[in-house]
């Protein structure tokens, strides 16, 4: 086991067991990296130089180091040597530990190999590729050119996504300079045509030229700063060998405010390339930006023509149907979206260290609260079991869309189009009993024609041929004749085909639903008695018949339902996902109302806060919501969530003083989670939102007003200085 000495004082770090198992579990996890890798591995071997001292090896993961040379990484090495503890004075006898070497490890996106830098101190730099099956090659520089461009791409795109968290990984500024901007430039340029083979995201299914990382990457670098002069000067140079990539390129100046340019540019690209989807998607955003969703609708119609494999084509065309209130095309467009498996982004596999250090820096942390388990943490398990945040890829952007439909129209109206538009179970279940007494009919006539004729058995004798059909009348009559009371009660009495409209209950074991069902049995919540009320949705036809391809001709012929379609298995899901939503939201501001009118506190934990917060989000209670996070902040939770939330709220309302007062809690966090990066953040949106407002002299003037101890005013002004080194709109005023 490492002693304390061993141990970086600003670095985390996760200690081996086993001496280089992490590189060989790297070694052996390449060939299931499917995109754009994990971040990069650092791996460091320390030793104190005594014979009979065991060395020690340690490895953390990072993001935003220059991968452009083996010179390069092996200097970040390097660096870490200044960061380990020295806790030795001249006079004491503890052992001095030292790095004696280390590898940086970098995934070529690319070419799907890894490059690793060994580096011994003192000694000599290798350089070297390990491909998929292990083998090691020399590195040329068309492979180092993909690498760094891989590794930037990773710094950018997963510097802000919430649901990719490592232990121990740290980010750096991927970009600090002009100069660096220009050489990503470049790399994006030579490497551009070959931008698909690095994937692209969860709702695509198909990468192209224009739908990849690569083009996710440059446009995310670049907008969310509002910079796109940079960007469309790169497409402009592409367009000319690939049509396509004027939509990149109409996008990047409407960006710019160059609308007429945009415009021209998409007229000119649709002679060349009619039919590709991305570019009538660029002119449907523009079109409706302007309230001209109807010709907007048009463009989206003719997408899903160009590409109906593709679920953003379909989702485009849901939006429009719903901005024209058409609810029932709506529903039916989104029943017909492609449903794609979900593939998370690349990651390590997951080791069980000897030792975990993360050291906590005490100038930043001491304004955040402790990282301590509490009474905070525990929450309702109606609350913790709800299934809509564990939505990912196309399922979580069509629920979006659900969400927005209920919305717009209310749950009950929801309810009526779903049922005009789909097959409901107990329609289908009619349907097939009077297809059935159709068929006995059928029978029954036949049997009447042959009931005289006479039959020859085999043996020579003649008998009557009803006596044949005496086994099949006794089956005929089972079929034909009206079910008992019990029998024709439906099967999911207790499931999801209830047509009774229940009391809505949180969880049959938790203390919520207890004090709702005491107080409606009192009386009290008599004027909350309608918005207590939720009808649960009854099944479509989907859950016995999922494929509609799979229904026959003669049920086809059968069936009167020709205006009606089966519902899919997974939108049927969908539903009972946004009934759960609805009903715990219904609860919970029945809970308030009630508690307001007896002048009460109304008490939640930190946790109940933060979920009922998303939950207010999802269903588009954006004022709810935002106070659901303000009183999170009241309790001693240990979370970034609804600071991040909050500040995003305030830089849309235009509020600077609440912005920064969040920015300062967000940075804080990022901090204490080794996030040591400027741009692009969360936090860098935000400001540059409220500088081409306000300006960022007024940003920097409130942070100095408010008096804030040296090391968070130093990082909160990084965010300026940023916009002042690139020309951010509003550097200058």
């Known amino acids: 086991m490492a002693d304390a000495t061993a141990s970086f004082k600003d670095v985390p770090e996760l200690f081996e067991v086993e001496l280089g198992e992490a590189l060989t579990a790297r070694t052996e996890s390449l060939s299931t990296f499917r995109e754009l890798g994990p971040p990069d591995l650092c791996h460091i071997v320390k030793s104190t130089g005594r014979t009979g001292q065991r060395d020690i090896g340690s490895y953390h993961f990072v993001s935003g180091v220059d991968a452009s040379s083996s010179a390069s990484l092996a200097a970040y090495i390097n660096s870490l040597t200044y960061s380990i503890e020295d806790n030795s004075a001249w006079f004491s006898k503890s052992t001095a530990w030292k790095v004696r070497n280390g590898c940086y490890c970098c995934f070529n996106a690319f070419s799907r190999v890894d490059i690793r830098v060994d580096v011994k101190i003192p000694g000599g730099v290798v350089a070297y590729v390990v491909d998929l099956r292990g083998e090691r090659h020399e590195a040329t520089p068309e492979i180092w050119q993909e690498t760094y461009l891989s590794a930037l791409l990773r710094a950018i795109l997963y510097s802000d996504d919430p649901t990719y968290w490592l232990e121990a990984y740290r980010k750096l500024d991927p970009i600090t300079t002009i100069e660096g901007e220009l050489r990503f430039l470049q790399a994006a340029e030579a490497l551009f045509m070959k931008g698909w083979q690095v994937g692209s995201d969860p709702e695509i299914q198909v990468a192209t030229v224009v739908s990849n990382h690569l083009t996710a990457g440059v446009m995310k670098y670049f907008s969310s700063s ?15 060998r690939e049509p396509e990539i004027a939509s990149l390129l109409a996008r990047s100046y409407i960006g710019m405010n160059e609308e007429v340019k945009a415009v021209q540019i998409m007229s000119a690209a649709m002679k060349h390339t009619p039919h590709s989807y991305t570019l009538l998607h660029v002119q449907s955003d523009f079109l409706r930006s302007k309230g001209r969703s109807d010709w907007a609708l048009k463009l989206a119609k003719e997408a899903v023509n160009c590409a109906p494999s593709e679920f953003v084509t379909w989702e485009k065309l849901t939006e429009l149907y719903i901005d024209t209130k058409d609810y029932e095309s709506a529903l039916l467009t989104l029943n017909s979206c492609p449903m794609f498996t979900f593939n998370g982004r690349d990651a390590h596999r997951a080791l069980v260290p000897a030792k975990v250090h993360l050291p906590f820096q005490r100038q930043i942390g001491d304004i955040l609260p402790e990282k301590t388990k509490s009474e905070d943490d525990v929450a309702d398990p109606a609350l913790l079991r709800l299934p809509a945040p564990g939505l990912r890829g196309t399922w979580a952007r069509a629920y979006s869309l659900l969400t927005r439909l209920v919305s717009d129209i209310g749950w009950d109206e929801l309810l009526k189009t779903r049922s005009v538009v789909f097959v409901m179970e107990e329609e289908y279940r009619m349907q097939k009993a009077q297809a059935d007494i159709q068929k006995v009919a059928t029978s029954h006539s036949a049997q009447d024609v042959n009931e005289n004729a006479a039959v ?20 005929t009559r089972g079929m034909s004749s009206p079910l008992s009371e019990s029998e024709s009660k439906p099967e999911f009495e207790n499931g999801l085909n209830v047509s009774a409209i229940p009391i809505i209950r949180v969880s049959s074991e938790s203390d919520t639903e207890r004090e709702i069902a005491e107080s409606t049995r009192n ?10 009320t939720l009808e649960k949705p009854v099944q479509a036809a989907a859950g016995e018949e999922p494929e509609p391809s799979q229904v026959s001709n003669s049920y086809q012929e059968a069936f009167s339902f020709t205006n009606k379609r089966l519902c899919e298995r997974w939108l049927d899901n969908l539903f009972m996902v946004l009934y759960e939503d609805l009903r715990v939201w219904t609860i919970f501001r029945a809970e308030v109302a009630h508690f307001k009118t007896q002048h009460v506190a109304y008490r939640k934990t930190g946790i109940e806060w933060e979920i009922l917060g998303d939950l207010g989000m999802r269903l588009h209670h954006k004022e709810e919501a935002k106070e659901a996070y303000q009183r999170c902040l009241d309790t001693s939770r240990y979370s970034q969530k609804p600071w991040a939330k909050l500040l995003e709220m305030y830089a ?21 989670d080794y996030t040591e990066m400027t741009y692009p953040t969360l936090i860098a949106r935000c400001f540059f939102k409220l500088g081409q407002i306000h300006g960022h002299a007024k940003i920097s003037f409130t942070l100095l007003s408010m008096g804030l101890p040296d090391p968070i005013l130093k990082i909160m002004d990084s965010y300026l200085q940023y916009g002042k080194t690139f020309k951010v709109e509003g550097y200058d005023f």
Do not use: W
Request: net charge negative; charged share 25%; hydrophobic share 40%.
């Open 523 to 532: 009386g009290i919540a008599e004027q909350d008695e309608q918005s207590m």
């Open 652 to 672: 849309d309302e235009g509020d600077i003083t609440r912005t920064i007062q969040a920015a300062i809690r967000v940075a804080a966090y990022q901090y204490a």
């Open 226 to 240: 509002g910079r796109c002069q940079p960007a469309a000067n790169l497409f402009e140079k592409l367009a000319a």
């Open 456 to 475: 020859i058995h085999e043996d020579g004798s003649v008998t009557a041929g009803n006596a044949t059909f005496a086994d099949d009348d006794a089956s």
